[in-house]
């Protein structure tokens, strides 16, 4: 595993909270860095309730699938 790994997961997520799509779009700084601060919260919360980084990574991953899924969602609503 590379050095920054654990840190992919967790950008990718600020980004997708804060507004830009994977799905290839625009985003901006401001909302990434409102992702990045609510990302944050959350993972203090984890860290707080003694979550383990296993189980952290899997609520990222979550949280960045439900999201790709409401913005494809939100853009097949649009398009048709």
């Given at each position: 595993m590379q050095l920054a790994g654990a840190f992919l997961l967790p950008s990718v997520a600020a980004a997708v909270i804060g507004g830009t799509s994977i799905f290839g779009g625009v985003g901006g700084y401001g909302g990434t860095i409102l992702g990045a601060l609510?990302?944050?919260?959350l993972n203090s919360l984890l860290t707080f309730l003694n979550?383990?980084?296993?189980?952290?990574?899997?609520?990222?991953?979550?949280?960045?699938?439900?999201?790709?899924?409401?913005?494809?969602?939100?853009?097949?609503?649009?398009?048709t």
């Open positions: 609510i990302l944050s919260v979550v383990g980084q296993a189980i952290q990574q899997v609520v990222y991953g979550v949280i960045v699938l439900a999201l790709a899924w409401g913005y494809a969602s939100l853009t097949q609503r649009n398009a």
